[in-house]
């Protein structure tokens, strides 16, 4: 498809997920709006090992836009969002998972959220499918509440304007093709890599929003552009959430949002021992389970953020 006649390419990045990738594009394929627009799909693989290009090419047949097919031998998600935005030709480019169902109106209700708030880029609603009932030890309201490592994004029924707290997450946001031209691609040392693929926290998406908000650039909230996150079993455990946060702990550094400072030890600043012995007494004495776990989890995140910052002592020497 010429670059001129498309306005809106769809990006989906891929990692041995052929089976749920295979529900994603046929969610994708019954939105309303389709025949609307100027529309493209582009799917990267990201080295998959699986049936991923098979999925892909039998997509083609029923697809109705034009569907490319790109393999990114580099490993790491934002290598391939990078891909997929070089490869685009949409005016406006939309991102989200390989394991979600989009909603039928989320094509049209992105599209029609960019003309009437000339916004430079969207995030819509993310809400979380889980596979039965919820863990009991897993709630976010409260003094303990968790960092929901669990892909959700609802800031209620009204469109509002977006702010660094609040960014979208990538598995439902779409941008201008100048928010890239302007402010350049997403992080590559972010997100999830080799070795690491399952777990977020890597921060890629959040770090583009929020360099967007910082320079001045208007990003709005739009609810009716909804798509449904499946919760996966391994991600509903406790293990999950623990790995989430170390690796969270670790983005935390690379971002500079908690640059080193202070009298440190091995490049590592004194604050964070502090803090990580601090949590670790209040979890060992905690008789509540949800204290307990609460504070388990603030270990995990400063214990992710004392390898970093050592990480990244030790490269400066």
Same mark, same amino acid.
């Given at each position: 498809?010429?670059?001129s006649a498309t306005s809106v390419s769809i990006i989906v990045c891929t990692y041995?997920?052929?089976?749920?990738?295979?529900?994603?594009?046929?969610?994708?394929?019954?939105? &309303?709006?389709?025949?609307?627009?100027?529309?493209?799909?582009?799917?990267?693989?990201?080295?998959? +090992?699986?049936?991923?290009?098979?999925?892909?090419?039998?997509?083609?047949?029923?697809?109705?836009?034009?569907?490319?097919?790109? /393999?990114?031998?580099?490993?790491?998600?934002?290598?391939?969002?990078?891909?997929?935005?070089?490869?685009?030709?949409?005016?406006?480019?939309?991102?989200?998972?390989?394991?979600?169902?989009?909603?039928?109106?989320?094509?049209?209700?992105?599209?029609?959220?960019?003309?009437?708030?000339?916004?430079?880029?969207?995030?819509?609603?993310?809400?979380?499918?889980?596979?039965?009932?919820?863990?009991?030890?897993?709630? @976010?309201?409260?003094?303990?509440?968790?960092?929901?490592?669990?892909?959700?994004?609802?800031?209620?029924?009204?469109?509002?304007?977006?702010?660094?707290?609040?960014?979208? =997450?990538?598995?439902?946001?779409?941008? +201008? +093709?100048?928010?890239?031209?302007?402010?350049?691609?997403?992080? @590559?040392?972010?997100?999830?890599?080799?070795?690491?693929?399952?777990?977020?926290?890597?921060?890629?998406? @959040?770090?583009?929003?929020? +360099?967007?908000?910082?320079?001045?650039?208007?990003?709005?909230?739009?609810?009716?552009?909804?798509?449904?996150?499946?919760?996966?079993?391994?991600?509903?455990?406790?293990?999950? =959430?623990?790995?989430?946060? =170390?690796?969270?702990?670790?983005?935390?550094?690379?971002?500079?949002?908690?640059?080193?400072?202070?009298?440190?030890?091995?490049?590592?600043?004194?604050?964070?021992?502090?803090?990580?012995?601090?949590?670790? /007494?209040?979890?060992?004495?905690?008789?509540?389970?949800?204290?307990?776990?609460?504070?388990?989890?603030?270990?995990?995140? =400063?214990?992710?953020? &004392?390898?970093?910052?050592?990480?990244?002592?030790?490269?400066?020497?």
């Amino acid at each position: 498809m010429p670059k001129s006649a498309t306005s809106v390419s769809i990006i989906v990045c891929t990692y041995n997920r052929a089976d749920s990738l295979r529900n994603t594009l046929r969610s994708l394929n019954e939105m &309303i709006g389709l025949h609307d627009q100027a529309c493209e799909l582009i799917v990267v693989d990201n080295n998959s +090992r699986d049936a991923t290009k098979a999925c892909v090419d039998k997509f083609k047949q029923e697809s109705k836009c034009p569907v490319s097919y790109i /393999f990114e031998t580099r490993q790491g998600k934002p290598y391939a969002l990078n891909t997929g935005i070089q490869s685009a030709a949409g005016d406006i480019l939309l991102f989200t998972d390989d394991d979600v169902i989009v909603d039928k109106g989320w094509l049209s209700n992105l599209i029609k959220t960019f003309s009437e708030t000339e916004s430079l880029g969207v995030g819509g609603r993310i809400v979380p499918v889980w596979p039965g009932e919820k863990p009991s030890w897993f709630h @976010t309201e409260g003094p303990y509440g968790l960092m929901s490592a669990i892909a959700s994004y609802d800031l209620g029924d009204a469109p509002c304007d977006l702010n660094s707290a609040n960014v979208p =997450f990538g598995a439902n946001v779409a941008f +201008r +093709r100048e928010a890239f031209e302007r402010y350049g691609y997403y992080r @590559t040392d972010l997100g999830p890599s080799a070795g690491k693929e399952r777990i977020g926290g890597g921060g890629e998406d @959040t770090e583009l929003a929020r +360099r967007l908000v910082r320079a001045g650039e208007k990003l709005v909230y739009s609810p009716s552009a909804i798509v449904y996150h499946p919760v996966e079993p391994e991600r509903a455990r406790k293990r999950y =959430f623990k790995l989430w946060h =170390f690796e969270y702990g670790k983005a935390l550094i690379k971002l500079g949002a908690d640059a080193p400072r202070g009298v440190q030890y091995f490049g590592v600043p004194r604050y964070l021992f502090r803090s990580f012995f601090e949590n670790s /007494f209040k979890w060992l004495v905690a008789v509540n389970s949800h204290k307990r776990f609460y504070y388990q989890l603030q270990v995990y995140l =400063f214990a992710g953020e &004392i390898v970093a910052a050592y990480r990244a002592g030790s490269s400066q020497c």
